[in-house]
Structures are given as structure tokens and as C-alpha cells.
């Protein structure tokens, strides 16, 4: 697990981390929490002239754009999860999906969440402007049928990058307030501290994924520490990032 941080240094870090798994061959699994109230935009998602920028500044709400696709995420009381892989040794799309649910399934499992993998009939959504969490895609996962957890990869130049957030608390229908045009409240989305009856921390969830690890793959999931020559590159990242061409560019 890292330090909360802010949208732009998550998002730098995340990438660093991809760029490294191209040379170094490891997978990296990381869990974090944001800074500050972050509103991310998935990578191919029309934004630009959609969002009450008023009210979002009027909230204190950060926005950033992920490199990883998918729909508007508030992070505030979630937990975030990054793997990062060499797609060489991961299988195509599918096949890496069904490996980090694997673990995640695992960890929740240990948690105590009885969580499963939606199959819903009809196709995903496009990345338009309902929130992530309005309703579950196939390979995402649910409990009692409703979404816990929203995932989007990005694979680039031999590398993997996996984004997934999983809810301690339920303030996704805040972003259906945020747009210029108002939709319909989303359903409410399955929670942590529901299916608990307590909200975990971001520790209890890091532990939980690390016992997974060594369960599910069957070797110690091994501290990682985020060196010099990533923290470095994260930093010249950090600039697009930061940079509303690169938010709202489309």
C-alpha cells in the first residue's frame, strides 16, 4: 500500500509503474487512497462541456483523467487498486481479467464479502456520462447483483495497466449531480461497510490481497518499494496529468 496522494500523482505513479513492468517483467499490485475528493474520467470518455465545473469547484472536487478506460469515478470513501504486468505473461484481455478477479475474489472472500462476477445479457456501456458504478459490466464484480467493484485496462508497448475501485461507502450519486445535464439517481451500488456491517481500511483490504496473492498464486506476495529512477519518472508524468488539455480533451 502508498501514501493517499493526489489524482495527477496517483494516475503519474500508476503509469511509472507500467512503464518499469515492460523492463523488469514483475507484476506489481498496488492499493491506495486519494488526497483529496477526485472525480477520474476514463480515458475515451466524452467529458469536455458535460460537467457543472461551477459546482465541482464549489465542492472542492478534483478532476483527472485516467490512462485506463471506463466511466466517471468519485474517489472519496473507496479503495483504489493498480496492477501492472508485462502483457507477455498475462494472456490476452480476458484471460488477465479473470486472473486479478481470481485475487480479488480471493480478498474479498477473506474479508468476508461473498462476492461474485457479473454476466449481465446486455452489452457494457459506453463510456459516455453515467457514472461507473450505474450498473455492472460482464467481469465486474457484484454482491446480491450489484456492482462493488469497477475495473478498465490499458495495455501499451508490452505493458499492462489495470485500475479497479472498490466502494467502502456509497457517494457515486453525486456524480449524476455534477453533470450539465442531470440523469436519473443510479441504483444504489453494494458497499463494504454494508456487506460488513463495518467500513475496513485500506489496510485491512492491501492484507486481504496480499493473503490472496500467496493463496491463489502460490508464492509470497513480496513488498514492493517504489525506487528512485519510478518515483523520478512519475514526477515528469505527473505533468500531463495536471494539464487540462489532457482532462478535458474530449
Avoid at 211 to 229: K, N, R, Y
Wanted: net charge negative; hydrophobic share 40%.
Amino acid at each position: 500500500m502508498t501514501p493517499a496522494a493526489l489524482g495527477a500523482e496517483n494516475m503519474a505513479l500508476d503509469e511509472a509503474l507500467m512503464e518499469r513492468a515492460r523492463t523488469s517483467g514483475e507484476w506489481v499490485a498496488r492499493v491506495y487512497t486519494w488526497s483529496r475528493p477526485t472525480i477520474s474520467l476514463g480515458r475515451n470518455q466524452t467529458a469536455l462541456g458535460r460537467y457543472d465545473l461551477e459546482r465541482i469547484h464549489a465542492l472542492d472536487i478534483d478532476v483527472v483523467r485516467r490512462p485506463t478506460g471506463g466511466r466517471a469515478i468519485l474517489h472519496d470513501r473507496e479503495i483504489t487498486y493498480s496492477v501492472t504486468a508485462p502483457d507477455t505473461e498475462s494472456g490476452d484481455l480476458r484471460q488477465s481479467y479473470e486472473r486479478i478477479n481470481h485475487l480479488l475474489l480471493t480478498a474479498l472472500s477473506l474479508l468476508g464479502v461473498h462476492a461474485a462476477i457479473a454476466a449481465p445479457a446486455k452489452r457494457a456501456a459506453s463510456p459516455g456520462m453515467s457514472p461507473c458504478f450505474d450498473e455492472p459490466s460482464a467481469g465486474e464484480l457484484t454482491v446480491a447483483g450489484r456492482k462493488l467493484a469497477g475495473s478498465a485496462q490499458w495495455r501499451s508497448e508490452g505493458a499492462l495497466l489495470q485500475h479497479g475501485s472498490i466502494l467502502i461507502d456509497d457517494d457515486q450519486s453525486l456524480l449524476a449531480t455534477l453533470a450539465v445535464d442531470r440523469g436519473e439517481p443510479i441504483p444504489a451500488p453494494a458497499t463494504l461497510s454494508e456487506a460488513l456491517g463495518h467500513a475496513p481500511t485500506a489496510i485491512d483490504v492491501a492484507g486481504a490481497l496480499a493473503d490472496a496473492i500467496d493463496t491463489v498464486e502460490g508464492s509470497p506476495a513480496l513488498p514492493f518499494a517504489i525506487d528512485d529512477a519510478v518515483r523520478a519518472r512519475a514526477s515528469e508524468l505527473v505533468v500531463q496529468y495536471l494539464d487540462d488539455t489532457w482532462t478535458w480533451r474530449r
